[in-house]
């Protein structure tokens, strides 16, 4: 690869917040070729986890969730392209062909492409009023129909579902959560959190159906009015959120030749298997050093990072720090943080008492901490993440203990 400070240039197919990173950390790192940022919605880079929150309130605009101000890829001599896709890429000519027909020369590819909800192959799934969140246009669809005395059905218990829910009882929207597993959060969190998260919803007045299959939906004049479970029961709702998951946007990736598994896969600098592509985001199967293994993440702070890997192996820079996995969801007053991934654990300590509203879990492998989930608990999520990231040996009882200082959980 030529070096960075010639006149090289960079490609980068998406404009999420993995693309519109990468672009700023490219000149952040010193990089002075050319840089193309393309990305299919009409807008700038924004950020997306405020859609299900604050955006579905109205508590926020358009202008606040963008990355960067007005004119800052203009004055940073980024050339950003809206509402175009890449739709081929060749690897031996080093060209993107992009879908208003233009070809474009890359010296080094950023593939951001993030990834897509997942969707449900069931009769009536092409009905009106059937919806996912993902980008500004979902979430506006969304908001529409979010009104005092509405109902709304959602499909998934996971973060996106349950902060619609929140969002949407704080509109004074009627709200039945389906999920097919027999807890809350049953991928991504701990039984005490689902547990606590179960409570927290039915308290706020949500109808939550757990261990519900999901086998249609009926519909009138073609939009949706009713979920079909497989018991036979119906819920009803003016409006339908479909909240299962997420698919790696790949397939361009595929059709290039790249390895994929469940993703794209790269090493720890976003590199993939051609060395002048790199890859980034949620599109991503990435190196976990820490849990010594490969792994898709789906979040903003690992879009941050693996932007940063990328735009420091493409400048020259010095490499950033390798980072704990990190997570966040709010509901309703309620934050919960997540450090780490609990992979390999072999006993959890719930420290504090959940029906405070305020606790943490930890998740043991031997005396190491490899994940905490900390409920309205910053200090704990903090020392915990801290605590992950240098490999602390703690002592499970004195972690237990609510009454010793996080900070002096370390095995002597």
């Not at 809206?82 to 992009?98: M, P």
């Not at 009023?129 to 993902?134: A, D, H, K, S, V």
């Not at 129909?145 to 509109?171: N, Q």
């Not at 735009?311 to 309620?334: H, M, R, T």
């Amino acid at each position: 690869m030529q070096d960075s400070r010639e006149s090289q240039s960079v490609i980068i197919l998406g404009a999420g917040h993995a693309g519109g990173t990468a672009a700023a950390a490219l000149r952040q790192a010193g990089f002075e070729g050319t840089i193309t940022l393309i990305g299919k919605e009409p807008l700038a880079p924004y950020q997306r986890p405020p859609l299900s929150k604050e955006w579905l309130k109205g508590e926020t605009d358009a202008a606040r969730l963008r990355l960067k101000g007005e004119n800052f890829y203009a004055d940073a001599g980024i050339d950003l392209r809206l509402g175009a896709r890449a739709t081929e890429i060749d690897r031996a000519g080093k060209t993107v062909q992009i879908s208003n027909g233009e070809t474009l020369n890359y010296g080094a590819l950023i593939i951001a492409t993030g990834s897509r909800p997942r969707k449900l192959n069931l009769p009536g799934a092409d009905l009106a009023g059937l919806l996912t969140l993902r980008s500004m246009a979902d979430a506006e669809a969304l908001k529409s129909v979010l009104a005092a005395g509405k109902s709304l059905a959602i499909v998934g218990g996971g973060y996106i579902g349950l902060e619609v829910a929140a969002s949407a009882r704080a509109l004074g929207v009627q709200v039945t959560v389906i999920e097919q597993e027999d807890r809350l959060l049953a991928r991504v969190a701990s039984g005490p959190v689902s547990a606590f998260a179960l409570g927290m919803h039915q308290g706020n007045g949500v109808r939550v159906l757990l261990s519900s299959g999901v086998t249609g939906f009926k519909g009138s004049n073609g939009r949706v009015s009713a979920v079909r479970l497989a018991g036979g029961e119906s819920v009803s709702g003016d409006a339908v959120l479909i909240g299962i998951g997420a698919v790696p946007n790949d397939e361009i990736a595929q059709a290039a030749g790249l390895r994929c598994d469940g993703g794209i896969m790269v090493d720890i600098a976003a590199r993939s298997s051609d060395p002048d592509i790199y890859a980034i985001g949620d599109v991503t199967k990435r190196p976990l050093p820490l849990y010594d293994r490969m792994f898709r993440l789906e979040s903003v702070p690992n879009a941050v990072e693996q932007a940063r890997q990328a735009a420091a192996a493409i400048a020259g820079a010095p490499a950033p720090k390798e980072e704990v996995p990190w997570f966040w969801s709010n509901q309703y007053d309620c934050k919960l943080q997540i450090a780490g991934l609990p992979f390999d654990r072999d006993r959890i300590i719930t420290r504090g008492d959940p029906a405070d509203g305020k606790f943490s879990v930890f998740h043991l492998k031997g005396d190491l901490i490899q994940t905490v989930e900390a409920v309205s608990a910053p200090a704990d999520f903090m020392a915990g993440k801290r605590m992950i990231a240098n490999r602390t040996k703690i002592d499970p009882v004195r972690l237990a203990d609510s009454a010793v200082p996080i900070k002096e959980v370390a095995a002597e």
